[in-house]
């Protein structure tokens, strides 16, 4: 695992937690972290990092609209 070491402005007001789940949480959004992954490197359980999801505006279900269209098709 990499470590890395972020200096942020003391203005930011965030703490290293929050800025860790907001990392996991776009981590997850992209597509470069599973849920399970996201949730780990967030410090948390799946079940409230999916909770903590919608607070950074990231849907739990990450699914693209033309895997949903072409399943709705093929129903």
Do not use: C, W
């Not at 789940?21 to 780990?40: C, I």
């Not at 919608?54 to 709705?72: C, K, T």
Request: proline share 3%; aromatic share 8%.
């Amino acid at each position: 695992m990499q470590t890395l070491t972020l200096h942020l402005p003391d203005s930011l007001d965030m703490t290293s937690k929050e800025v860790t789940t907001l990392l996991a949480a776009r981590l997850y959004e992209r597509g470069k972290l599973s849920l399970g992954q996201a949730a780990e490197l967030a410090g948390y359980s799946k079940r409230t990092f999916m909770e903590l999801l919608g607070d950074y505006g990231v849907s739990v279900f990450n699914y693209p609209a033309e895997d949903i269209a072409r399943d709705a098709a093929n129903a």
